[in-house]
Structures are given as C-alpha cells and as structure tokens.
C-alpha cells in the first residue's frame, strides 16, 4: 500500500518536473532582446503583447500538464515514463504557439549580418577545477549504470525488462558524456558571454547541471538493479532525489545570475525552429544557448547530432516497446 | 571593433575566407599583430563565426603561403616574423594606383563627400608614416 502510494507521489511529481522545466524556460531573462526564440524590440517582453503571450504561454502549459498527471496516474507501471513524455511534448507544443505568436505579434529584427569573433587566444583563468568538473560529468553518468549493469552480470539476473532499462540507462550515460564533450569542445565562444572565460564556465556549470538531472534516471534504473527490495529502494533512492534536486536548483540560480543579456547567436530566426530546437546545416556549432532562460539546443541540422539522434530514438523506442510487452506477458 | 577581433560580413559578395586573409594581412602590416602572437585556432575562429572549419584552415595556410603566419600542427598558428620583401614591380604600383581610383569612384558615386575621401587618405598616408 505504502510503495503503491509512493510510486502515485513519485508518477506525478516527475510529470510535474517537465512543465517546471518549461515554466523556467519562459522566462523574462532572455540573451539579446529575443522573446520565445524571436529577436524582439528592446521593451518587447514587458509591453501589454508580451505579457499576454507570456500569459496564455502558463496558462495553457499547466492545464495540459494536469491533464497529463491525471492520465498518468491511471497508466500503472507505464506511468512515469509516460507522464514526463506528456508533459515535455505538451510544453514544446505550448511554446511553439507562443513562438508562432511572437513571431506573428512583434515588429520583425533582422538578423546581424556582420559576425565578430577574437582572433586573439584569451588566456585561461587557473581554472583547472573547471576541467575536473569536466572530465567527471563526461566519466559519472555512463559509470553509474556501468556499475549497475556489472553487478546484474555477477548476480546473474535473468529479468530482461531490467536489462533492457539498463541497456537504456547507459545509453543516456554515454549521451550525457557526449554533451558535456559538446558544450565543452563544439560551442560558439560568443553565444555564451562576452568574454571566453565567462562561456566557458557558463557552458561547465550548465553540463554538469544536465548530467545532474539526467542521473536521477540513470540512477534510479541502476538502483532497482542494486536494490531489488522497494521499500529500500525507495528509502535510498527519494533522499539521494531531493539531494540532487538542491544541487541542480543552485546550479541554476547561479546560471540565471550570471545569464549575460548581451549574447546572443548571431544566427535568424528561422534557424529556430518552435522556439526551443535549432537546426542549421550551415553552422559548425553543435550546442547553442537557447535564447529564453537557461539551457541549450543541439543543431539538429548537423549530420554528427541527426546521427546521434537516429540511435538514441532507435535504442530509445526498442528498449521501450520489449520492455512493455515482457512486463504485460510476466503480469499475464 | 575592438582591435584583436575580425569580422565577416555574411552578406557581403566576398568569400569568407577571402574577407578573413585581408582582415588578417591587415592587422599584421599594421603591427597590431606582432611576430610571435599565437591566433585562435581553426576550429574556435570557425565556431564563433559559423562557417565551416575548411574555410578557416584554407585562409591560415593562404596567409603562411605569403609568409605571415606559421602553422605547427598540434600548436596552432602565430605570427611570423616576413623575410625580406622584394621590391615591387611597376605593375603592381600601377595596379595599386587603379584600384584606389575605382575604390574612390567607388565610395564618391555613394555619396561620400571629396573632401571626406581626401581626409581619410590623408589620415592612411600619416599611419603608414609611422610605421
């Protein structure tokens, strides 16, 4: 009754994780003057058009994620996944029409047509901490359900829905390496700060954020792995969550703080596609900071991040559906 | 433009490697560039101005081509100390005096005013006097 209970607590809060992460998103603090992925006068957000936009934007997002809570919660096992899935498409579709909005609402700003970049190699603050965190949110996230997937094998566990989450687990482990490798190694210097220091330590801070998050999954697929037992699970596993929860909160804050209004990509806006994703086969770059809040895109127009995503949706969608027909045959 | 950065105008009809090697040459002739400065390398200069990495690469080995820069691989590319320049041709001093006129042309048909156009050559003729 007490795991049933918490496993409802647990279904919704992660349904309620992605319409917070959209509402963040939404923020006032833009790079540039930008409004929803779209240059926007100077002002723009602040007039009686932006804060209806701005308006309509949470007012839907939240009704639709209730709607996605409530579905979940009658879901069962499929629940959690399903609910955060809802929630995340449901707040990308809200914002692509606030987007769609701007775009239609705000008087139109041309992209620069002059791009500037230091020719000089600025030289690097002592920061070798900043490598360190660097290497670690490359090496943490595939090493946790590394550890988990060894200790199945030496527990020679016969369950292949777990084998099949584990698989996953470590597949997003290896995708969060990648985007650590990416902001660190493959980012526009100038999108990020003004000075090359400050974007380095912005394009840090904000991966290792993103493997924090991502490794509330990765590690709570390992520790069922671990862990068979729920009520220690859960007792292990909800600390470790609210833990990790305050950690990512004041990364964030910090992030948002040192948010510099003054960069922004030198790229049109046609490049952003709904607002929220970029996809410009042109461009080198394959991380940018999205425009509104705090976060980035992949260039989904570059062949390396179309690869990428091929495997991952690929991985992503096999491991999913096995998964549901073992459970539904083990429940028969 | 603050003077260690370059700038490429993407609407521009010259290519941007070619509007790269002339913003480069010129910061070395005007020594705000000296003998021994490291550049940024490829992959960054070609990240932060969105075009591909070829095109930044072509543009280096173009400018150690003529002798400015010198690229090491694994250490990027700096800037080199020219040997002695040979002096130049007739041709290229006549050439020289026919693209300035078109470029004047140029910039008058615009709407630049004469005196303007004698000031800023003025202002040219007494950098280079410096250096």
């Known amino acids: 009754m007490t795991v049933s209970l918490l496993y409802h607590l647990l279904s919704f809060w992660f349904t309620l994780i992605g319409a917070f992460a959209w509402h963040l998103l939404a923020t006032r603090k833009s790079r540039g003057d930008s409004f929803f992925g779209v240059r926007v006068e100077a002002g723009f957000e602040d007039s009686e058009t932006g804060s209806r936009i701005l308006g309509q934007f949470r007012m839907r997002l939240w009704s639709l994620t209730a709607l996605a809570a409530v579905a979940a919660e009658f879901l069962g096992a499929a629940g959690i996944g399903t609910g955060i899935l809802l929630s995340f498409l449901a707040g990308g579709l809200v914002f692509a029409q606030a987007h769609r909005m701007t775009l239609r609402l705000a008087p139109a700003q041309p992209a620069p047509v002059v791009r500037r970049a230091s020719i000089a190699v600025e030289p690097e603050e002592s920061s070798s901490w900043l490598g360190i965190l660097d290497a670690l949110a490359m090496i943490v996230p595939p090493v946790i359900p590394a550890i988990a997937v060894a200790a199945a094998l030496n527990r020679g566990s016969g369950d292949r829905a777990l084998w099949f989450f584990l698989v996953f687990a470590l597949f997003l482990g290896i995708m969060c390496a990648a985007n650590q490798w990416a902001l660190r190694f493959r980012a526009r210097s100038t999108d990020w700060a003004l000075s090359q220091n400050d974007s380095r330590r912005f394009r840090t801070y904000l991966g290792v954020m993103f493997s924090l998050i991502f490794t509330a999954p990765i590690g709570m697929i390992s520790l069922i792995a671990l862990l068979p037992d729920p009520v220690v699970f859960f007792a292990t596993f909800l600390p470790l969550e609210v833990l990790l929860l305050f950690v990512v909160w004041r990364i964030r804050f910090w992030l948002t703080k040192h948010l510099d209004p003054r960069s922004i990509d030198p790229m049109p806006d046609s490049c952003w596609k709904w607002g929220w994703y970029y996809c410009n086969p042109s461009d080198p770059a394959l991380v940018v900071p999205l425009r509104t809040g705090v976060g980035h895109s992949f260039n989904c127009g570059h062949p390396g991040v179309k690869a990428a995503f091929a495997i991952v949706t690929t991985l992503t969608v096999v491991s999913l559906a096995v998964t549901t027909v073992l459970s539904s045959q083990l429940a028969h | ?131």
């Open chain 2, 1 to 131: 433009m603050p003077p260690l950065q370059i700038q490429l105008d993407v609407s521009s009809e010259v290519p941007a490697g070619r509007q790269i090697v002339d913003q480069l040459r010129m910061l070395v002739m005007d020594r705000v560039l000296h003998p021994g400065d490291q550049l940024a390398p490829v992959r960054q200069l070609a990240l932060d101005l969105g075009i591909h990495f070829n095109t930044v690469a072509e543009a280096y080995r173009t400018l150690a081509q003529e002798g400015f820069l010198e690229i090491v691989h694994g250490r990027g590319a700096r800037v080199v100390e020219r040997g002695s320049i040979p002096a130049a041709t007739p041709e290229v001093a006549q050439d020289f005096r026919r693209r300035l006129r078109e470029l004047v042309a140029g910039v008058r048909s615009q709407g630049l005013s004469t005196a303007k156009v004698a000031g800023e050559l003025r202002g040219l003729a007494a950098s280079l006097e410096k250096l």
